[in-house]
């Protein structure tokens, strides 16, 4: 299956609600004005497109039909596709590299459920499958299942675990991961970390412990901090990200369970209120369908069929 496939299909449940929120808004416009208008922004906030994106694009669709360049249903659902690709392109970038020879960090944060742990073992079998060498650390010591989970994805991918006993210090597995990983001449270091609410203090201040335990041994060290948010639970993870940008430094996104959800719009209220990229996007329950995001194929899965190219 290609790339583009997977959007696609994965993708499918929010083209279909997307679709049906501006089917027809071009023959309304004509017919009912303003009104249109307003009844498509109410459809993009009903889509989880958030406020911000929502006013942003409806703007640019009143502007553009006032100015002619809107003369059929295909051009309006043009003029949504794009906007929603440049939303989703404005803070595209790579990730942050590690120093010459020194394994790429990240520590995933976020809160209980949203699929950190899943995700972790699927960053790990892609880049596995691209031939570099990943050590998994299992800092969520207070849940066995956790560290029972990430040992499964590092049998099923080749990858080094490092844990410990049930209850231990996260800073200290933490450490011995990055030892570890620095000894072992690895690409890339992922840290499970506990599942916490963004007003748990404790909880809270346990991630900038481990952060300094990380910096002991590397002081560069982590190069990344993604927020692992469950698209699939709507506007509430704008507060999350919001908290958790404010508190953890996060730096970029990881978004899970879209496949099984018509909240697609969810991707493009969060980069539209945050200066955050997407890393990776979650389509599908095998690993393949954990997939590096990509912001065209994400507009064109939820607006065109697949095109030649891809």
Not at 95 to 114: E, F, R
Not at 157 to 169: C, E, K, L, R, Y
Not at 236 to 255: D, I, M, P, S, Y
Request: net charge negative; hydrophobic share 45%; aromatic share 8%.
């Amino acid at each position: 299956m290609s790339i583009f496939s997977i959007f696609k299909r994965g993708l499918e449940k929010s083209a279909t609600k997307i679709s049906r929120a501006v089917s027809g808004v071009f023959t309304g416009i004509k017919a009912h004005g303003d009104a249109s208008f307003d009844e498509l922004e109410a459809l993009l906030i009903s889509a989880d497109f958030g406020v911000p994106a929502t006013t942003r694009i409806v703007t640019s669709l009143r502007d553009r039909y006032e100015r002619g360049q809107i003369a059929t249903d295909a051009d309006l659902r043009q003029v949504v596709h794009d906007e929603i690709a440049q939303i989703l392109t404005a803070h595209r970038r790579p990730v942050n590299g590690a120093p010459a020879g020194k394994p790429t960090v990240i520590l995933m944060v976020g809160v209980n459920g949203s699929g950190k742990t899943t995700s972790i073992g699927k960053m790990a079998w892609f880049w596995r499958q691209a031939g570099k060498k990943v050590v998994l650390a299992a800092c969520d010591t207070f849940r066995a299942a956790a560290v029972e989970q990430l040992q499964l994805w590092g049998e099923r991918t080749g990858s080094q675990v490092i844990s410990s006993v049930h209850g231990a210090d996260p800073a200290a597995v933490a450490y011995d991961a990055t030892s570890a990983a620095l000894a072992r001449g690895a690409d890339y270091l992922l840290i499970d970390t506990a599942g916490r609410q963004h007003n748990q203090k404790a909880l809270m201040d346990e991630l900038a412990k481990i952060v300094r335990s990380i910096r002991k041994v590397y002081p560069e060290a982590p190069q990344e901090v993604w927020l692992t948010v469950d698209a699939s639970l709507g506007s509430n993870v704008v507060v999350q990200a919001r908290e958790f940008a404010k508190c953890c430094g996060v730096t970029g996104l990881v978004l899970t369970k879209l496949d099984g959800t018509g909240r697609g719009g969810m991707a493009v209220a969060l980069h539209q209120e945050f200066d955050l990229p997407t890393f990776f996007i979650g389509l599908g329950e095998q690993p393949e369908e954990l997939q590096e995001f990509d912001p065209d194929f994400y507009a064109d899965a939820l607006f065109e069929p697949a095109p030649e190219t891809h």
